[in-house]
């Protein structure tokens, strides 16, 4: 008897499709003193785990990424920040917390930021805390290594402008 052939994996679907949905954001990294500089965070509401992160949110329309990173730390955070130079782009994937069915393809525009003023106040309905956090002990907090890996160099850039005579 002969063996049946097998058709080439390539052709057949072993699990079914997710649906993608992309998402443009945009936030940053936010500075305030020179001496003992200090690095603004906010932990999430979303999801069980309690990480720390960036602040960051989704582009409206009409909007440009400086701006929404602007809005997005305010409303986040309560305060009020200068935006001062982009950093990096990261793009990053993962499933909504809601439907498992979809894969979100997300992009986020960081920006370096200057505190300007305004109280810690965080936005209850998407963030748990807000903290500023010394420099020393933000990477170890940040969970996400594209968040590491943007804090790093917005510490190189911060620490320039700090550097004396300029």
């Known amino acids: 008897m002969a063996e049946a052939r ?6 057949r679907r072993r699990f079914p499709r997710k649906a993608a949905r992309k998402v443009t ?5 936010v500075f305030r003193g020179c001496r003992r500089p200090k690095v603004l965070l906010i932990m999430p509401a979303k999801g069980k ?10 582009v409206e329309p009409g909007e440009r990424y400086r701006q929404t990173a602007r809005r997005e730390v305010a409303e986040e955070t309560g305060v009020r920040v200068a935006v001062l ?3 990096e782009r990261v ?23 200057r505190y300007e003023g305004g109280e810690l106040r965080p936005q ?13 002990e933000a990477e170890r907090l940040l969970v996400f290594e594209n968040e590491r890996r943007v804090f ?5 850039r911060w620490r320039r402008r700090c550097a004396p005579g300029k």
Do not use: C, Q
């Open 6 to 11: 097998k058709r080439p994996l390539r052709n």
């Open 25 to 29: 954001s945009a936030g940053g990294v």
């Open 49 to 58: 785990s309690r990480r720390w992160s960036l602040p960051k949110g989704r």
């Open 85 to 87: 130079d982009p950093l």
């Open 91 to 113: 793009r990053y994937y993962f499933t909504d917390h809601e439907d498992e069915e979809v894969e979100i393809n997300k992009r986020v525009h960081y920006f370096l930021m």
């Open 124 to 136: 209850l309905e998407e963030v748990r805390r807000v903290l500023w956090v010394p420099v020393e």
């Open 152 to 156: 790093r160099a917005a510490l190189r």
